[in-house]
């Protein structure tokens, strides 16, 4: 008879938790505690490594501004010319303002610190009909670079210029043009286009006790000839024997250069346009091909800060008129008027313009070195904010005007003895 073994027993146990999981032991390392002697045996793959990134920011350096300085009218608003001259008669007062303004240099800048053949000067930009419009006699305005922007070949406009200060009595000693090539990006242009060459008309060395003359410029492009009125460093003029370009080389015994102080622009209508086409907050900008019948052609690269200086012209209300009905501006024109300044700017500098905002007394007063204005001269009281020019019968204030949103509080201004060093090229 045989026997069945028993089986062993089974005992089976109890089913785990679902909340019973399997764990691993892990051990974390402070990566900042360098005196672990664990962290210190790790391998350099498993250590964490602490690093720190500095990132660099360049400063961006702009273009000089560009100060646009013009006389209007208030009725009817924005006329700054009739039959290619001013609306109204001779105002000395606005004329004295405007020899100041485009003329004065500031004392703080000490010319000892530049070389003994470096002028310092302002720049004036006009077109070609506005220095026609100047008296001979006035030409060039004196202490000051002449900039003429014009369509038509620079070179025989520097000879005419010339055979004109060689016929006139006050024009003395000899004078040198120069001709070199504008920088300029290349555009498409109607057929026809301007040609790329600029003039230097470069005046003969100032006797010792007479007054510097000025030197000339003429260009078919007004956003290269800013471009180079901006430079931090001073215009180096080409020896008047060789043909080359004003460039900003180290200056050397028989070179003459110019280093810019200050750009204004003072006019005609087609330039006043140009300019605010290339203001840098400008964003209503032009067609480079304008219909306007004008001696320039419009281009629109590049960015500069433009300015506003402006005259406000106003004729003396009339006197039989009531005290109440001279506070109120006539509907009849003060003046008559065929050319106007390209963009509208409040009569009052308390209305909100969108564009536009009007300066405070001390932002002006900066602009112009503390130069003073014409309404701050105004003794009579009768027109509180005004010059009274009773020879003239007109009323006339400087208003000050930057683009909402200007960059100018962030711009940098370079001292005009600047010269990169060696570690910022």
């Not at 219909?291 to 300015?307: I, L, N, Q, Y």
Request: proline share 11%; net charge neutral.
């Amino acid at each position: 008879m045989s026997t069945i073994a028993t089986p062993p027993s089974t005992t089976l146990s109890t089913p785990p938790s679902p909340t019973e999981l399997p764990t691993t032991s892990v051990t974390f390392i402070d990566p900042f505690d360098f005196n672990d002697d664990d962290n210190k045996k790790m391998s350099p793959t498993k250590r964490i490594i602490k690093t720190t990134t500095t990132t660099i920011t360049p400063i961006k350096v702009h273009q000089k501004p560009v100060y646009v300085i013009v006389a209007t009218s208030l009725n009817p608003p924005m006329g700054i010319g009739h039959k290619g001259e001013l609306p109204w008669p001779q105002i000395k007062a606005d004329m004295a303002f405007f020899r100041k303004a485009t003329s004065h240099i500031d004392p703080s800048i000490s010319p000892s610190s530049s070389p003994p053949s470096t002028q310092t000067l302002n720049a004036v930009v006009m077109g070609r009909k506005t220095w026609e419009s100047i008296p001979h006699k006035f030409r060039p305005l004196s202490n000051r670079l002449n900039v003429i922007i014009t369509r038509a070949k620079s070179s025989d406009v520097g000879r005419r210029i010339l055979e004109e200060l060689r016929a006139s009595n006050s024009q003395t000693g000899e004078w040198s043009l120069h001709e070199f090539s504008s920088h300029t990006k290349q555009r498409l242009r109607k057929a026809g286009g301007i040609n790329s060459t600029s003039t230097f008309l470069t005046p003969p060395p100032p006797a010792s006790s007479k007054e510097a003359q000025a030197p000339i410029l003429i260009s078919p492009s007004l956003p290269s000839v800013l471009t180079l009125l901006s430079k931090p460093t001073p215009i180096t003029l080409p020896n008047p024997t060789k043909k080359g370009a004003p460039t900003s080389a180290p200056i050397s015994n028989t070179s003459t250069s110019i280093s810019i102080n200050k750009i204004f622009c003072i006019g005609g209508a087609e330039i006043y346009k140009q300019v605010l086409a290339i203001s840098s907050n400008h964003h209503d900008r032009p067609a480079p091909d304008s219909d306007t019948d004008t001696d320039t052609d419009g281009e629109s690269d590049g960015e500069f800060d433009v300015r506003i200086l402006q005259t406000q012209v106003r004729a003396h209300p009339s006197p039989s008129r009531s005290t109440e009905l001279s506070k109120q501006r006539s509907p009849e024109p003060d003046f008559e008027c065929d050319t106007f300044f390209p963009d509208l700017l409040p009569a009052e500098p308390s209305i909100k313009s969108t564009k536009w905002k009007s300066l405070p007394e001390e932002r002006l007063d900066e602009w112009l070195d503390g130069l003073p204005v014409p309404q701050s001269q105004n003794e009579s009281g009768d027109a509180p904010g005004w010059f009274r020019d009773d020879e003239a019968g007109v009323d006339i204030r400087v208003v000050g005007w930057e683009r909402r949103g200007a960059r100018s509080d962030s711009v940098i201004s370079l001292p005009l003895n600047f010269k990169p060093s060696a570690s910022t090229r």
